[in-house]
């Protein structure tokens, strides 16, 4: 390691994102993306006219498209940021909104841990229970900051929104941050309950349901305080972090209901046919409200990871006491699923001679 980089830094575990093959074809099942291309709305509206403009800073509050966003919600605009992704929402709540440390589940989105040596922040873990379900229970007396995937990953359990509401009444003045990148598969957002809770934030990307994970866009919905706190730190960061095109795209996205409802619903339906096929396989499968499934299949998962990558088939697998027997699959297109299983009944079939 460079003897210039500060020794604070010197032990930081990054996160380790699943790969990207380029230029070969193959079944990519493996971060999480949606199937689909974004829709023809977005594609119209990043014109050439907009490309010439790029050589103008866009708009640092993101007016038009946090107008859209507050719309399609019901909430107001002055109720939403804009960021570079989930991600760097995410490093501003564990950065500056966690004074008393965090506490998140021993098995969710690998970059909590990551930005909690990030920034210092001392992180308490709390375990899922056996069968990988969050009871809220386990939460109700923390003091740190909570924060919950729902649905979570790699599980895709989801937790009710009533439970979700237990916790925030417990303790007004313990902020609890909702991280709702999946939930347009199946979940319920908590969005609505921003007005009457000023110690929620909810943070969704337009990663998943909307197509845009290589433009890099999502946004923190809260009170106004919360969300000024946050900008506080955005602005001392980066104010152009969402550039001109994804200003673009998002809007025409949220836009698009149409598409997003055929999607998503194309989406679940496949989701839950994999989940059927995958089963009669021997497989056990985690009921998911997400646009993937936890799968442990009947011969060791590790393997069953590496001869996939074999033939070109990828999905996500995680060493680990917990998760080591596991694989995460994210559900493609139809074309997909039928590829990957029929990968796995090769692989089935050589595990049975084996
Ligand atoms: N939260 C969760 C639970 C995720 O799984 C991911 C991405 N895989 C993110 C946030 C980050 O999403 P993005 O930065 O693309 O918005």
């Known amino acids: 390691m460079s003897r210039f980089l500060d020794k604070k830094l010197s032990s930081l575990e990054s996160y380790l994102p699943g790969e990207q093959p380029e230029g070969r074809r193959v079944v990519k099942l493996n971060t999480n993306e949606n199937p689909f291309a974004p829709s023809p709305a977005v594609v119209d509206a ?3 006219e907009e490309v010439q403009k790029l050589s103008l800073y866009p708009d640092p509050v993101a007016r ?8 399609y919600y019901g909430i107001r605009r002055e109720q939403i940021l804009t960021g570079n992704g989930s991600d760097e929402l995410l490093a501003f709540c564990f950065h500056g909104l966690c004074p008393n440390g965090a506490a998140f589940s021993d098995l969710t989105y690998g970059f909590y841990p990551v930005y909690c040596q990030m920034f210092g922040v001392k992180e308490r873990i709390v375990k899922l229970r056996e069968d990988f379900r969050l009871a809220i229970e386990d939460y109700m007396d923390l003091k740190e900051t909570i ?4 649905p979570n990953a790699p599980t895709g359990l989801n937790v009710e929104v009533e439970a979700i509401e237990k916790l925030l009444k417990r303790d007004p003045d313990r902020l609890v941050i909702i991280d709702e990148a999946y939930v347009d598969f199946g979940g319920t957002s908590c969005i609505p309950l921003i007005d009457r809770y000023d110690n929620l934030l909810v943070i969704q990307t337009f990663s998943k349901s909307r197509q845009l994970a290589g433009m890099r866009l999502a946004f923190a919905a809260g009170s106004e305080e919360l969300i000024t706190a946050l900008a506080k730190m955005k602005f001392s960061f980066n104010p152009y972090s969402v550039n001109r095109l994804a200003l673009l ?3 025409a996205a949220i836009e698009d209901e149409a598409y997003f409802l055929k999607t998503t619903r194309a989406v679940i339906e496949t989701r839950e046919w994999m989940k059927r096929e995958l ?3 021997g497989c056990e499968v985690l009921p998911s409200k997400a646009n993937f499934l ?9 393997d069953v990871f590496m001869r996939c990558k074999e033939e070109d088939v990828f999905v996500r697998y995680f060493p680990g006491e917990r ?3 596991w694989l995460r699959i994210s559900v493609g ?3 997909d699923a039928q590829r990957l299983l029929e990968v796995l009944d090769k692989i089935f079939e050589e595990g049975s001679h084996a």
């Open 46 to 48: 990043i014109t050439k």
């Open 64 to 71: 038009e498209l946090s107008e859209s966003i507050a719309a």
């Open 147 to 150: 924060f919950i995937a729902n």
């Open 249 to 251: 795209a998002g809007k």
């Open 279 to 281: 089963e009669g396989y």
């Open 294 to 302: 936890f799968v442990r299949p009947p011969v060791p998962a590790q």
């Open 323 to 325: 998760t080591g027997e």
């Open 333 to 335: 297109t139809r074309e």
